[in-house]
C-alpha cells in the first residue's frame, strides 16, 4: 500500500471518528439490521440469557449440593477416624460412606475429597486397583490433600513393588508446594525407593536434603542414621 493510499485510509477513519453524519449512518445501519432480523436478533438474546442464568444457576445448584455433602462426611470422616473403615466406606444405613458420597456429590469439593479418604481406605484394605481408581479421581490445591494423594499412591506402587511408578509419585508429592511439615516424609520414602531400584546416590540425596533443609523435621535424626549406614558424608 502506497503512502498516499495510507493517508487516504487513515484519513477515512479520522472523518468516521470525528464526523457525527457517519457515526448516525453507522447507527441507522445496525438498527436496520435489527429490524430486518428481528429473529435472529431476539434468538441470539434468549441464548445469551439462558446462558448467564444456567451458569448462576449450576454454581447455586454446586453450592448447596456441596453443603449436603460436607454434612454427610462428618459421619464418615468420625468413623475413620475411629478405624472403622467399613461404615466410613459404605456408611451405617443412616449416613452415607465415602464411596455414596463420590457417587451422589463427586461434583463438590467434599465428593472430590471424600476420593481421597476412599482411595486412602482401600489402599489400607489393601484392595490396590479401586485405591488407585479413587485416588486418580482426586485432584486438588490444596497445600496438604494433593500431596497426601501423591504420597498415598506412592506407597500403592510401594507394596506392589513398582519401585519406579512409586519413585514417580513421591517426586510429585515433593515437588507440590514443599514445606517443613510434609515434604520430609515424602523425601524418605524416596529414598526407600531409590535404595530398591540400587540407586544408592539418589538416596544419599535425598537423605542429605532432608538433613540440610529439613533440621526440625521427626525424619531428620533416621535421614542422619540412613546416610550413614550408607557410607555416605555430611
Given at each position: ?20 453524519e ?121 497445600l ?48 526407600l ?27 531428620y535424626?533416621n ?12
Open positions: 500500500m502506497s503512502a498516499k493510499q495510507k493517508n487516504k485510509k487513515q484519513s477515512e477513519g479520522s472523518d468516521f471518528l470525528e464526523n457525527p457517519a457515526l448516525a449512518n453507522q447507527i441507522s445501519k445496525s438498527e436496520e439490521f435489527i429490524k430486518n432480523n428481528k429473529t435472529l436478533v431476539s434468538v441470539l438474546g434468549l441464548a445469551i440469557t439462558l446462558l448467564v442464568v444456567g451458569t448462576v444457576g449450576y454454581r447455586f445448584y454446586i453450592s448447596n449440593q456441596n453443603e449436603e455433602a460436607q454434612s454427610e462426611m462428618y459421619q464418615a470422616i468420625y468413623y475413620f477416624e475411629q478405624d472403622s473403615l467399613e461404615l466410613s466406606l459404605r456408611g451405617d444405613g443412616n449416613n452415607l460412606g465415602f464411596v455414596d458420597i463420590v457417587d451422589e456429590y463427586g461434583q463438590t469439593k467434599a465428593g472430590n475429597l471424600a476420593n481421597l479418604y476412599a482411595g486412602a481406605i482401600y489402599l489400607k484394605q489393601g484392595k490396590y486397583d479401586l485405591a488407585l481408581l479413587y485416588l486418580e479421581d482426586f485432584s486438588s490445591d490444596d496438604l490433600y494433593q500431596a497426601r494423594a501423591y504420597g498415598l499412591l506412592g506407597d500403592l506402587f510401594m507394596e506392589q513393588s513398582n519401585y519406579e511408578n512409586a519413585l514417580k509419585y513421591y517426586k510429585d508429592a515433593i515437588d507440590y508446594k514443599p514445606n517443613q511439615y510434609f515434604t520430609p516424609s515424602y523425601l524418605m520414602k524416596a529414598a525407593a531409590y535404595e530398591k531400584l540400587g540407586q544408592q546416590e539418589n538416596a544419599l540425596t535425598a537423605y542429605k536434603e532432608i538433613i540440610e533443609k529439613y533440621r526440625e523435621s521427626d525424619e535424626q535421614a542422619r542414621k540412613n546416610l550413614a549406614r550408607l557410607g555416605g558424608d555430611l
